[in-house]
Each structure stands twice: as structure tokens, then as C-alpha cells.
């Protein structure tokens, strides 16, 4: 039982590179969400999808992009990496539902030099 | 806009001792309540919710949570702490009310639990 799987674990950017942080649940979970994680600044919510082809901006969506073509995958896209989204980020996903809790996928730590 | 507050960055207590974390919330409405659990270099794991009804809730590993609307709080405790709780805990609000705010979860700053043994 996979759950929530993100891909890399670990990554490392250069200013103005550009990289897709993937994300994939296998229960068939309509809701998914990706958000930044920074130290004293708890996690914040980047963009968020319910359902395959409908996505919508979050608290922080400057410098990122998403799509979402399948129930399974929720890419996150960094267009031009920059030091300030230097942060571990985390993929969410839930079912249908106001009441229902998220999972959480382990994180992608980045860091952009 | 919806908000959570946890006021102790860090919060100490000796193995055995009863622990509580603090939460307290703002949001329009009657407010859905959740705890998570963050162990080093893990995602997130989730605790317990608050939804409706009874405002003391049961959740994993001997944890419980007491809603208390006056106060606007969400306090998560545990009557006897463990070494292994040591972790980072996040409490978080949805609006449960339609719209994009249904969707979203806002998360508190978190708070470090350390249990001495």
C-alpha cells in the first residue's frame, strides 16, 4: 500500500533551472495539494487540485505551475529556480469531502544554490 | 480568513508526565480541527479530527484533543508521555463552508515536543 509517493527525496537546483517535483497516490483520491514547508513558518499551501484537469492557486503559487491529467498525478513544476524556494515540499492527498483528513507524501527536499 | 496559532515553539515535559500542546484558532463558522504528527525527515501523519459532537476526541498512539469553542482552542494532550512522542506536531483548520476555503487547510507553526526520559 503506497500511498502517497514523491519523487526525487533530495534535490539540488542552480538559479534559473528548471525541475518537476512529481507526486502520485494510488487511492484514487480526487483531492490533492502540494505545499512548502520552511523553518518557523509551518507549512503553506502552493496549489491545490479536486479533481483531474481543475487545479487553483494556494497561499504561495509565484514560481510554480501544476496540472493534473490523471487522478493519480499531481506535478509540481519550478519554472526558473531561485534561493527563496529553497524549502522541503510535501504532496497531499484526500478523498472527496469537507470532514476527510489528508496524507502526506515523505517530501522532496530542495535546495537552490 | 482562517488562522491557527500554536504559542509554545517547543514544549518540554519528563517521560511518564502528562503533555498538552496548545492550539487555538480563528475561522468563520464551526470550524474542522485536525492534529498531525511530523517525525525527523518524514511527512506528515495524522493524529486526530475534530468534526462535531462530542468536543473530546481519541485519536492514534494515546493521544486526545479537547474542543472548546469559547475558547476557540484545540489543545492536544496525552496523559503519559513517552520518549518516542518526540516530534514536531502541527495542528491545522479547514472552513468546512463551500468555496475554495473548503479546500484549503491552514497549518500552524508547529510546536516541538520533546520528552525527556
Known amino acids: 500500500n503506497a500511498g502517497v509517493t514523491q519523487t526525487p527525496k533530495f534535490q539540488v537546483l542552480k538559479t534559473g533551472q528548471s525541475m518537476t517535483l512529481q507526486c502520485a497516490q494510488d487511492?484514487?483520491?480526487?483531492?490533492m495539494s502540494w505545499y512548502r514547508q520552511d523553518p518557523g513558518m509551518g507549512l503553506r499551501l502552493i496549489h491545490y487540485?479536486?479533481?483531474?484537469?481543475?487545479?487553483d492557486q494556494g497561499e504561495v503559487p509565484n514560481g510554480y505551475n501544476v496540472s493534473r491529467s490523471t487522478t493519480e498525478d499531481f506535478p509540481l513544476r519550478l519554472l526558473s529556480a531561485a534561493p527563496s524556494q529553497t524549502s522541503v515540499y510535501f504532496c497531499?492527498?484526500?478523498?472527496?469531502?469537507?470532514?476527510?483528513?489528508?496524507?502526506f507524501g515523505q517530501g522532496t527536499r530542495l535546495t537552490v544554490v | 480568513a482562517q488562522s491557527v496559532a500554536q504559542p509554545e515553539d517547543q514544549v518540554n515535559v519528563a517521560e511518564g508526565n502528562p503533555l498538552t500542546v496548545k492550539c487555538t484558532y480563528s475561522?468563520?463558522?464551526?470550524?474542522?480541527l485536525f492534529w498531525y504528527v511530523q517525525y525527523p525527515n518524514r511527512g506528515l501523519q495524522f493524529l486526530l479530527k475534530?468534526?462535531?459532537?462530542?468536543?473530546l476526541v481519541k485519536g492514534s498512539y494515546g493521544f486526545e484533543a479537547e474542543f472548546n469553542k469559547s475558547q476557540t482552542s484545540f489543545h492536544l494532550k496525552k496523559p503519559s508521555a513517552l520518549v518516542s512522542d518526540s516530534a514536531l506536531y502541527f495542528c491545522?483548520?479547514?472552513?468546512?463552508?463551500?468555496?475554495?476555503?473548503?479546500?484549503?487547510?491552514?497549518f500552524g507553526k508547529g510546536t516541538l515536543l520533546t520528552v525527556n526520559p
Open positions: 497531499a492527498s484526500r478523498p472527496t469531502g469537507t470532514a476527510t483528513e489528508a496524507f
Open positions: 475561522v468563520s463558522g464551526n470550524p474542522y
Open positions: 475534530y468534526i462535531t459532537g462530542d468536543n
Open positions: 491545522a483548520v479547514r472552513d468546512p463552508r463551500g468555496g475554495g476555503s473548503n479546500y484549503k487547510l491552514t
Open positions: 487511492m484514487n483520491h480526487e483531492y
Open positions: 487540485s479536486v479533481g483531474a484537469g481543475i487545479t
